[in-house]
């Protein structure tokens, strides 16, 4: 199978994707979208949002469906809990960002809320950081609730959780969020950053990455 993924070195969407490709081990080709010539990338994926999987010929985009399609292609490892409920949890945990943080905190919101609601740069830090607490507050009491306390957030292995996790504490972090209310994201956050499938994931090793060649 030839795999090709769309996306930009600073892309959260892409890095949960690459986080797993890197976990199951998925050789495939970085295709940066700035590379493109202009509209092509619109045309591979009409949303033009990041990032989009081309496989033999055919695309997916939005990344929870690029995950799960990689599950069922490649189930081993798995990015899931073996337990049903566990299971549940992990993809609830990652919903709780995917569906819910990261879409009204990402970069074109920020643009509207600046551009054409006329937000000063103050009311649009207001928002985003807002959000991160709501959001953040709930993952920490998801973790805290745990029967058992894994390394990870669902498992002794890293899941869908822990692919949506890391990308949003990078955002996050740039937004220069106090982080310190939630000793169990940063916990987890550390163990996944110390393996290679995560570090390999991240937009500063990147090839588009700016001052890369
Ligand atoms: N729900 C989508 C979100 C995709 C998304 O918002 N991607 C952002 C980057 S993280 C993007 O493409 N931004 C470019 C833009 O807004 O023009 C997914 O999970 O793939």
């Known amino acids: 199978m030839s795999l090709k993924l769309y996306n930009r070195y600073q892309n959260s969407a892409g890095q949960r994707v690459r986080i797993v490709l890197n976990l199951k081990s998925i050789p495939y080709e970085y295709v940066s979208i700035d590379g493109l010539p202009p509209g092509r990338y619109q045309e591979i994926n009409p949303q033009g949002l990041m990032p989009a999987l081309e496989l033999d010929g055919r695309v997916v985009a939005q990344s929870q469906a690029i995950i799960e399609l990689l599950e069922e292609l490649y189930p081993n490892p798995s990015v899931l809990p073996k ?3 566990a299971r549940a949890e ?13 879409p009204v905190n990402n970069r ?3 643009l509207y809320l600046a551009n054409e609601l006329g937000a000063t740069e103050a009311q649009v830090q207001a928002w985003y950081r807002h959000w991160v607490a709501t959001a953040y507050g709930s993952l920490e009491t ?7 306390q894994f390394p990870f957030c669902y498992g002794d292995t890293p899941s869908v959780a ?4 890391v ?13 310190t209310p939630y000793p169990r994201l940063l916990a987890v956050d550390a163990r996944c950053r110390a393996l290679a499938a995560f570090q390999r994931a991240a937009s500063e090793v990147q090839p588009d990455y700016p001052g890369r060649t």
């Not at 992990?90 to 990261?102: E, K, P, V």
């Not at 822990?162 to 996790?165: E, F, G, I, S, V």
């Open 142 to 148: 998801m973790l805290a609730g745990r029967s058992v």
């Open 108 to 110: 074109r919101i920020q």
């Open 162 to 165: 822990d692919a949506a996790l």
């Open 167 to 179: 990308p949003q504490m990078d955002n996050t972090r740039r937004l220069a969020c106090d982080l």
């Open 83 to 85: 337990d049903p409920w």
């Open 90 to 102: 992990a993809r609830s945990f990652a919903a709780l960002i995917t569906s819910d943080l990261h």
